[in-house]
T-cell receptor
Framework: AQTVTQSQPEMSVQEAETVTLSCTYDTSESDYYLFWYKQPPSRQMILVIRQEAYKQQNATENRFSVNFQKAAKSFSLKISDSQLGDAAMYFCAYRSGRGGATNKLIFGTGTLLAVQP | DAGVIQSPRHEVTEMGQEVTLRCKPISGHNSLFWYRQTMMRGLELLIYFNNNVPIDDSGMPEDRFSAKMPNASFSTLKIQPSEPRDSAVYFC????????????FGPGTRLLVL
């Protein structure tokens, strides 16, 4: 079974600085997708970024980028120029590429990011 | 286009009462997911549907929980009778059925069972 591990329960960053959140996963599949979701105090789950395992290029979305190391099964999220609005819980998630009964997201336990002014 | 819509946003009920949570997926999406979030267990899948058919309900805690999807634009999650340990945030998410498609979440229903 696939698992997702986030080893940093809490992180803190100064406004305008850069922070990296860690995520590792375990799978025997070769076709899968990885996601980072943000959950602010409103509890809404917001997609931050997505990475297809078959792509070697790391995904980027404005100030957010990932470091995808497929062999190491590592998927870290880098937030550049941190803003107060980035303060939230961040979840790493895995989804099989096979579809069908494997369509569910498997979440890590989350990292609570605080942004200091 | 509207996102995933859930109602109610908050629900407070007494133990033993029936609770019904509702979800309207994004138009055109053919997969729908119900997740539960608790401090103890984190985010976990309860059930999901493809083309209105339940595919995986292995996460449904027990017979007190049931879910239906009578058509492509509506789903319900029912708890009867409710218990205090059911208190959680319940999320509905939808996506296209193709493997790997992004799931988009609704705002969640915060349930408190007294």
């Amino acid at each position: 079974a696939q698992t997702v591990t986030q080893s940093q329960p809490e992180m803190s960053v100064q406004e305008a600085e850069t922070v990296t959140l860690s995520c590792t996963y375990d799978t025997s599949e070769s076709d899968y997708y990885l996601f980072w979701y943000k959950q602010p105090p409103s509890r809404q789950m917001i997609l931050v970024i997505r990475q297809e395992a078959y792509k070697q290029q790391n995904a980027t979305e404005n100030r957010f980028s990932v470091n995808f190391q497929k062999a190491a099964k590592s998927f870290s999220l880098k937030i550049s120029d941190s803003q107060l609005g980035d303060a939230a819980m961040y979840f790493c998630a895995y989804r099989s590429g096979r579809g069908g009964a494997t369509n569910k997201l498997i979440f890590g336990t989350g990292t609570l990011l605080a942004v200091q002014p | 286009d509207a996102g995933v819509i859930q109602s109610p946003r908050h629900e407070v009920t007494e133990m033993g009462q029936e609770v019904t949570l509702r979800c309207k997926p994004i138009s055109g999406h053919n997969s729908l997911f119900w997740y539960r979030q608790t401090m103890m267990r984190g985010l976990e899948l309860l059930i999901y549907f493809n083309n209105n058919v339940p595919i995986d309900d292995s996460g449904m805690p027990e017979d007190r929980f049931s879910a239906k999807m009578p058509n492509a634009s509506f789903s319900t999650l029912k708890i009867q009778p409710s218990e205090p340990r059911d208190s959680a945030v319940y999320f509905c998410a939808s996506s296209l059925m193709t493997g790997g498609e992004t799931q988009y979440f609704g705002p969640g229903t915060r349930l408190l069972v007294l």
